[in-house]
Nanobody
Framework: QLQLVESGGGLVQPGGSLRLSCAYS????????IGWFRQAPGKEREGVSC????????IYADSVKGRFTISRDNAKNTVYLQMNSLKPEDTAVYYC????????????????????WGKGTLVTVSL
């Protein structure tokens, strides 16, 4: 059974850093792009970053470019989101999701195309 489990959320001060992890099981990355999404209270879920199945392509929302980095460790079946220079507006529940694709360099920030979702981890940026 395909599963995605997020971890690494917590409370951090503005300017601080966190690293989120998305551990997956039940599939290999060969045919799945993995994305990170977030949903703040009262707002719609939005795409943050995505890494293609090949790992050769990564994309980011404008709001996090230069501050967040997505990566993966195939040996550990884990995708990471390194978040630096965090701002209060980054506060949200962060989700990882898997998008089945036959294109090795496909990546998307669209929420509608994702096939599997984790349950999320809460990130709070506050003094």
């Amino acid at each position: 059974q395909l599963q995605l489990v997020e971890s690494g959320g917590g409370l951090v001060q503005p300017g601080g850093s966190l690293r989120l992890s998305c551990a997956y099981s039940g599939f290999t990355l060969d045919y799945y792009a993995i994305g990170w999404f977030r949903q703040a209270p009262g707002k719609e879920r939005e795409g943050v970053s995505c890494i293609s199945s090949s790992g050769g392509r990564t994309i980011y929302a404008d709001s996090v470019k230069g501050r967040f980095t997505i990566s993966r460790d195939n040996a550990k079946n884990t995708v990471y989101l390194q978040m630096n220079s965090l701002k209060p507006e980054d506060t949200a529940v962060y989700y990882c999701a898997a998008d089945r694709t036959y294109y090795s360099d496909y990546a998307s920030l669209g929420t509608g195309g994702m096939d599997y979702w984790g349950k999320g981890t809460l990130v709070t940026v506050s003094l």
